[in-house]
């Protein structure tokens, strides 16, 4: 299952649609329990209406990132922060020194994180300039049901094809993000593997850590 959503006429004519790594078979299907469909259906119209919706508002305010880069950035995580799990996800990339930290410590990194997470993912976007993004359900094999895989294909104006990953998280009744791969690079990982070298860096100490928390992705 794939659904498309366009932002703006192609001029470009596209040969024909790519494969989707992660369609759905009639087998498959068939092996889902009634509890799984629902819930992917819901991941998928999670995905599909934030993306709709961050896009629209990114045509709206681009012209900002050049002039008011830090007003571009507010806009744009307005838009992200009912989308994205800020706290698991900034969890997951303290990883094992999230159990040393004290909730002050823990609650001061999140902020931090958010801010660079918006700035990687604002930045990620205006560079595809997109024209037309697909919203696909993950290849991946679900062995979670509060779990799910969903991939977006971005088409450029010049017709290439940017692929960006979606891991999602059933937080309560709502579909989240936690982690989210763009060309390949996990950024989840990338954070993870950037705070373990500060803690390196800066004999483990955690607040030296946020104090100085800087990310080129």
Sequence with gaps: MSRTIRISSLRIGLVGLLLMAGQVTAQQAVQQTAQQTVMEKSALVAVE????QLLAKLIEIKPLYAEQPEQFFT????SLAPFIDFTGFSRGVMAKYYRRATDEQKIRFETVFRQKMVRTYAKALVEFDNE?????EGAAP????????IDLRVHSKEGTVYTINYSMVLVDTRWMLRNVTIEGIN???QFRSQFAAYMD??????????????VDV
């Design 75 to 78: 806009r744009v995580e307005s």
């Design 142 to 149: 679900r062995s979670n049901p509060e779990r799910a895989a």
């Design 49 to 52: 209406e934030s993306t709709s």
């Design 201 to 214: 860096k800066y004999s483990n100490s955690i607040d030296d850590v946020i104090d100085n928390w800087v």
């Design 132 to 136: 037309r993004v697909e919203v696909v």
């Design 187 to 189: 950024i989840g990982l």
